[in-house]
């Protein structure tokens, strides 16, 4: 089980980096809500001491899916069927929602967004 929550600290700790590149990246364009110009973000499978692969989503895609805050964003492939569910699958990234046991430990969202 430890390996698991570390596993799931590491998303956690992408997912607020993700946060600050969405905002930076709604500063640098104003017009993101209208275009479907696609940002890098990070992979947030939580792979090891951390993934660098990158994800490329529009901010209305990220914006859609920080609305729950289970829900993490990883490159296709990088999905860990053993810790979540596939939600969404596209050929640029993979939404996933985590199973119930492990939220405890990804419950800080920095929105609190609603889940449990
Ligand atoms: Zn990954």
């Known amino acids: 089980m430890e390996r698991v929550a570390r596993q799931a600290r590491n998303e956690a700790l ?3 980096v993700n946060e600050r590149l969405a905002q930076m990246d709604k500063r640098a364009d104003a ?3 209208t275009d479907g110009e696609t940002f890098e973000f990070l992979c947030e499978c ?3 001491d951390g993934c660098d692969a990158r994800v490329r989503m ?3 895609q990220y914006e859609h899916l920080r609305q729950q805050d289970d829900r993490f964003a990883v490159a296709p492939g990088h999905e860990n069927l053993r810790l979540e569910r596939v939600v ?3 050929s640029a990234y993979v939404v996933v929602d985590k199973i119930a046991e492990l939220e ?3 419950a800080d969202d920095p929105r609190g ?3 449990h």
């Open 104 to 106: 405890p430990y990804v």
């Open 113 to 115: 967004a609603p889940s």
């Open 88 to 90: 969404t699958r596209t």
């Open 46 to 48: 939580g792979a090891g």
């Open 14 to 16: 992408h997912r607020e």
């Open 58 to 60: 529009t901010l209305a």
């Open 31 to 33: 017009s993101w809500a």
